[in-house]
Each structure stands twice: as C-alpha cells, then as structure tokens.
C-alpha cells in the first residue's frame, strides 16, 4: 500500500477502512486482534500488514495514523511492529509482514519490527514522500521523483536505483511497482506471476501490489489489474468510479467515490465483506495538504489544477473530476 491518505487497507486475512468521521471499521480474521479498532477515534489514515498467504503465515496487525500525528496499532506483536506508541509527528504509516514504517513530517523515516532481512534499515533516507512495505523488503519515493529500497532481493524487488520521476510506489511479497508522473508504470522483481506485466498500463493515478497480483486505478475511475487471478482477486475491470485501491495477499479492495467499499477475490476469512461499509472517506485536512504542496515534489498537486482539492480555485470550481495537470483523481465530496 502508499504512504499516503489510505483511508483502505487490506492484510493477508482481514480489511480495514476509515470513515469520514475518524472511526475504523474492519473484517476478516481477529485471531490476533487485527481487527480490534472499534474504539479508534480521530484517525486518518490505515495501514494492515500483509503477508503471502502460506501454511505459516496468517497472523497480521493494523496502524492507524492519528490527526495529531501520533499512532495506533493492534494485533501480532511478536517483533515488536506494534511498538509504535512513542512516535509523533507522523505524516503517513505503511506495514508489512512483521514491521511498520512511520513517514515524518521532516522526511525521514521510522521503523519498528522485524529486520533479518534489513528490511528496516530505513533510518538513512531523507527527503520521502512516499511509503510501502512489501514482505521482506521495503521501498519508498523521494521528493526528486528517485526511489529508495531495503531489504531482501532474492528476486530483484529492490532494483529500483534507476527509477526516476516518480509518484508513488507499492510492494508485494517479491515485485515492486512504481507510478510515474506520467501515469506509466515501472516493475521490478518476480515477473513469474504475471504481477509485473504492467508496461502498457496508461493514465494510472493510484497502484496498490497483492503478494502475486497488481491493481491500478486510472484517471477515469477504471481498473487494471495484472498477476495471479487464483482467487479472482483481478477480477475488478467492471468497476466503475473507483477512486482508491488496496491490495491484500489474495484479495483487492475498492473505494468508489460515494465512500462505499467493492471487493475481489478470497474472502475465506471474510475479508471481503465490506460491502456493508459506507462513509470510508478521505479526511478534509490531508485534502489541504496535498493542495498545499509545492510544485516539483513527487506526488505534488499542480498549482493550476482546475478541480478545487488540489488547488487554489475560485468559487464555483467543480468539486469532483480529475486534474489533467498531475493526474490525480479527486472527489472533496469525501470531505468531513
């Protein structure tokens, strides 16, 4: 999933999402607690761990970011990902299998949980604007547009030092993908499962990386999909309106821009079952900050975007559409 306002967040077995008014709501499997977030309030934005789905995986936890920059978290705890109490001053949160990244307002970055790997040696980057945590490794934007990665890479997942001009990236359990400013996007690591077979992909705003599968949402609400299809976790090309995406092991969540929730692929643990949901929705202060960022930084909204939560637009500004300067699908309707 993206360092970003991830309002969904989808783990190995359960789903997470944030309503409008700062509360959480979650399916799936609880075993270890994932899913104990009913008493959360004030949250921004989620983040599930995910791992490939194995004999001796399942167990998994969730972080929620706070309005005031501080952090929650729940379930497996075994290598301390969950230990992220102390940190303040928060502007995003990732997770993967075992560990949790925390995005600083400075640009640099925190990490608590497993590192056998060095998938947390994240403590020298500096100027990042964008986040995800694959299995074993973990991979992250900086504000030139460069990439950055840590961690295992058996199967080439952190071959990204060429990258550039980018605007966001996701990891899966062995592959990395990255969004262009172009809305092209760039792959690296186990092309095996069809995962990376995404360089035709056009006019992509947001990516989201399953253990095996890929999803992409364009800049008209449609999705694209690549990579196993086992649990017909791909099989979201009908969805229309589609202005968010997470990806867990095998399944893929969808937020459609009425703030209801569409889902794909396994749902043995019920993680699929958010059909119920409604409300999942942006919050109105991270709306600001992505307006107010300054032109030339990777993920920044043009200053002359025409549609009014990514700029400084004059009244009677439609309040939804798509920004043909950054390429970034908006809706301020998801506002608080």
Known sequence: MLASTS???????????RRWDGTVLAVGNNAAG???VGQWEDVVAVAAGNVHTAANTGR??????????????????GNGQCDVAAWRDVTAVVAGWRRTLGLLADGTVLAAGRNS???CDVQSWREMVALSCGDWHSVGVRADGSALAAGNNRRGQCAVDDWRDLTGVAAGYMHTVALRRDGRVLATGDRTTGACDVGEWEEVVALAAGSYHTVGVTASGRVLAAGDNSHGQCDAGGWQDIVA????????????ADGTVVSAGNNASSQCDAGPWSGIQVPRARASEQRDR??????AMS????VRSCSQAPAGTPETGTCNSCRFRVLMSLSV
Do not use: I
């Not at 309005?67 to 705890?77: C, E, I, K, M, R």
């Not at 300054?294 to 993920?299: I, V």
């Open 117 to 119: 790997e060095g998938q």
């Open 303 to 306: 200053r002359d975007c025409p």
């Open 34 to 36: 994932e899913c104990r």
């Open 7 to 17: 309002v969904l967040a989808a783990g190995r077995r359960h789903s997470v999402g």
């Open 60 to 77: 998994s936890h969730t972080v929620g970011l706070r309005s005031d920059g501080t952090v929650l978290a729940t379930g497996w705890n």
């Open 294 to 299: 300054k032109p030339g930084r990777a993920g």
């Open 245 to 256: 995406l997470a990806a867990g092991s095998t399944h893929t969540l969808g937020l459609r």
